[in-house]
């Protein structure tokens, strides 16, 4: 009788032990089913899940309707305007004069007073409007070719009417095509008569890109720049201390006085745009204002990260951050620059999809043709706003 007692409950005991690891099992499962539903939770870290999230929100909201005639910028020009909805008045032209040039478009031919203080960025600037000027209407505008924009928001009693070709949302200026799409562009000793023609620039570009497609460029970030903003001391600092995650370093610019200036270190040789190519990872960063290079980088079929969102152009409103490029902040650190690095190392084809679709964005809809366009619809929208009737002065140059 014990005997068969000691054998019931071993029995029951054994049973016992074998639904508790039954129960286990099934935990086990389905804990593995809501793991492959949701592998944020676990598999990645925090800083990951946070770009996926990132990525998949600005993809969920991004909406593009083409760009027929230029159409994706209008809303630009619309907005630029709208300060001076009310008019555009002699008396706003006069005051706005000290801070440009003034050009008058009378019965289809262009006039300019005969000082510019760039004459290479003018002429880059009339490329375009000698082109154009037969069909536009008759008009007076005043054309900033400083850096800096000049219709600050805070220091004048009213907006004043000055095209620039960059600025920031505290200031009123009218953003224009930088003359750099034809001519006047920075000048380095690889560009000695600076940094132009777009069109020519488009072509070799998407040659070097060509010649080295993702899979053959390096896996190393890349940046070449002279040192006009502080904001590009991490990324030169980072690449002195993980040299195989990035390679930055300063070159010498006009201002260039010794090795402080260049962060302690000898200025670096320049490299030209169509060598950028050579890399996945390209880091942009403004200058005095907008960066020339921004546009170029897209056309190596890279990776773009763009630090800081303050300076515009008047096509970047179309370039949408985790869709188009990675955004940065102006202010990231090492740290923050690296772990951007890491993840998109690790994700190497959701990087490459980003880079192709900001590569297909410049190549299809930043031509010399919507150049052109661009400031057909602004010089026609600009002109309706005069409130006065344009007039030639005595001592402009006639350009056509």
């Keep these: 009788m014990f005997t068969q007692l000691s054998h019931k409950l071993l029995f029951n005991s054994a049973l016992f032990v074998c639904m508790i690891l039954i129960i286990l099992q ?59 909805k009310k008019g555009v008045t002699k008396e706003m032209l006069d005051e706005a004069n000290p801070r440009g040039t003034r050009y008058v478009i009378s019965d289809g031919k262009l006039y300019r007073e005969n000082s510019c203080l760039f004459p290479a960025r003018c002429q880059g600037v009339e490329h375009f409007l000698l082109e154009l000027v037969s069909e536009l209407p008759n008009s007076e505008f005043i054309l900033n070719t400083r850096d800096w924009p000049q219709s600050a928001v805070y220091q004048h009693t009213r ?69 006009t903003s502080g904001e590009r001391d991490e990324i030169v600092l980072l ?37 950028h190519c050579k890399y996945k990872y390209l880091f942009n960063f403004r200058g005095v204002a907008a960066s020339f290079r921004f546009k170029h980088l897209f056309l190596c079929g890279s990776l773009v990260f763009h630090v800081g969102d303050e300076w515009l152009e008047f096509f970047y409103s ?8 990675i955004p940065v902040k102006k202010d990231a650190n090492r740290k923050e620059i690296a772990e951007l690095l890491s993840f998109f190392k690790e994700h190497d084809s959701l990087a490459r999809e980003i880079a192709e679709r900001g590569k297909t964005f410049i190549d299809k809809h930043l031509r010399l043709k919507e150049v052109k366009c661009y400031w057909r619809k602004l010089l026609k929208d600009y002109s309706s706003l005069l409130k006065f009737k344009p007039q030639m002065k005595s001592d402009m140059m006639k350009l056509s």
Aim: net charge positive; glycine share 6%; charged share 25%.
């Design 159 to 227: 907006p004043l009417p000055i095209f620039s070709f960059s600025k920031t949302h505290d200031f009123h200026d009218i953003m224009y095509p930088t003359w750099g799409f034809w001519e006047g562009g920075p000048a380095i000793k690889l560009y000695p008569r600076g940094l132009g023609r777009w069109d020519l620039l488009r072509k070799s570009l998407k040659a070097a890109a060509n010649k080295t497609p993702w899979e053959k460029k390096s896996s190393t970030a890349f940046f070449r720049g002279s040192r």
């Design 318 to 325: 179309n370039l949408k951050p985790w869709v188009h490029y």
């Design 239 to 275: 690449s002195r201390e993980v040299p195989e995650l990035v390679d930055a370093a300063y070159t010498k610019n006009q201002a260039w006085k010794s090795e402080a200036d260049t962060l302690g270190r000898a200025p670096a040789e320049e490299v030209s745009l169509e060598n």
């Design 26 to 84: 099934i935990i086990q499962i389905r804990a593995h089913g809501e793991h492959m539903k949701k592998p944020s939770t676990s598999i990645y870290s925090e800083k990951s899940n946070r770009i996926f999230s990132e990525i998949d929100k600005a993809m969920k909201n991004y909406r593009f309707d083409g760009c027929s005639n230029c159409s994706c910028y209008h809303s630009v020009i619309s907005q630029d305007l709208e300060p001076f």
